[in-house]
């Protein structure tokens, strides 16, 4: 089995120590062969899907780049549409689920359970600002303002915040020039005191595992998961990883995400972003078609050491192999039968 590998070191890298060990350990079975390509131009990619027989794609970034890979200018559906032009199997979903979940707003929409929240428009702000100003007065103060179609919690800080009307316009304002390529913010209700989870969702239609991890604040208070925070090592950021969720929560967020992850009609794998209130109401904050199969991926299962971190990713192949119908590799055979009995 030949497998191209996408990887990038831009914005939400994925090119880490931690998806370069998975594909190590699926490379060290002999019916194996996974090709990894870091920050690869599209030209390239295509040449190379034309040129090479490639069983499978996996693209792990969505984003296009600017050149110097410092800015994230917006979705890249064209990777996915070289993909789908030239008939290459790749896993993950669709290009029209990857641009739905790029949404927020139309996500919230679809999901109906997401915080009150407003849309903002660009050309809205700067061509009706006078409306704008008295459609924003409307928000569900606190309100937290984030670009509506970045991922990675690009945008998204304590700074983001906004308690009245005045103090909303400057965070407003610094997202549309912070984020010149995003076309609208989403103002949406801040809760103040909230307990995070994410729910992350592996397989095909009956058949998916799903592992709630909930975010433990080292500090008193909750805190924003930014992408500063995302993006510093681990024993350095404000919370922490946790699998250690009361049973009737932790069922509740298993029932949420699988059914979000068939209703939005994610594939092979997926992850929801929920916050929960003082009164246990679950909303959803963010939707992922491609998460990072970092340390808050499977974690449930690597606890209670079914999964190995090493193992993920090949747990993602197996799921695109029962999806395409093609044998298995021989990295199954390393699975505990209670994993193969959920999944296969």
Request: aromatic share 10%; hydrophobic share 40%.
């Amino acid at each position: 089995m030949k497998i191209l590998i996408l990887t990038t070191s831009g914005f939400a890298p994925t090119h880490t120590d931690k998806l370069l060990s998975q594909i190590e350990y699926i490379n060290s079975f002999s019916d194996i062969r996974a090709v990894i390509k870091k920050d690869y131009e599209l030209a390239d990619i295509e040449h190379l899907i034309m040129t090479e027989n490639f069983d499978c794609v996996y693209p792990s970034t969505v984003f296009q780049f600017s050149e110097d890979r410092k800015n994230i200018l917006s979705f890249n559906k064209v990777l996915f549409q070289i993909l789908e032009y030239h008939k290459q199997a790749y896993i993950g979903s669709e290009i029209f689920v990857h641009m739905l979940l790029n949404d927020k707003a139309l996500t919230n929409i679809r999901s109906g359970m997401s915080l009150p929240s407003l849309l903002l428009t660009k050309i809205f702000w700067q061509k009706r600002n006078k409306e704008a100003l008295k459609y924003i007065d409307k928000a569900p103060f606190p309100v937290i303002v984030k670009p509506n179609t970045l991922a990675a919690s690009l945008g998204i800080s304590k700074k983001s915040i906004a308690y009245t009307c005045d103090n909303l316009i400057e965070i407003i304002e610094n997202q549309f020039n912070g984020f010149p390529n995003i076309s609208e913010v989403l103002l949406e209700h801040y809760l103040e005191d909230a307990r995070e989870f994410t729910v992350s969702v592996t397989g095909n239609d009956k058949k998916i595992l799903c592992s709630a991890t909930a975010m433990i604040p080292k500090k008193e208070k909750y805190e924003i998961y930014s992408y500063t925070n995302k993006n510093t090592k681990e024993q350095e950021r404000t919370l922490k990883y946790s699998s250690d969720i009361s049973l009737p929560i932790k069922l509740s967020l298993k029932k949420r995400a699988a059914y979000l992850s068939k209703l939005l009609c994610t594939r092979d794998y997926s992850r929801f972003d929920f916050l929960m209130d003082t009164n246990n109401n679950i909303y959803l904050i963010d939707a992922n078609s491609l998460p990072s199969l970092g340390t808050n991926y499977l974690l449930e299962y690597v606890n209670q050491q079914l999964v190995t971190p090493k193992q993920i990713f090949s747990l993602i192949l197996l799921v695109f192999c029962k999806r395409m119908n093609i044998p298995y590799p021989k990295c199954k055979n390393n699975l505990p039968d209670e994993i193969s009995k959920l999944l296969f």
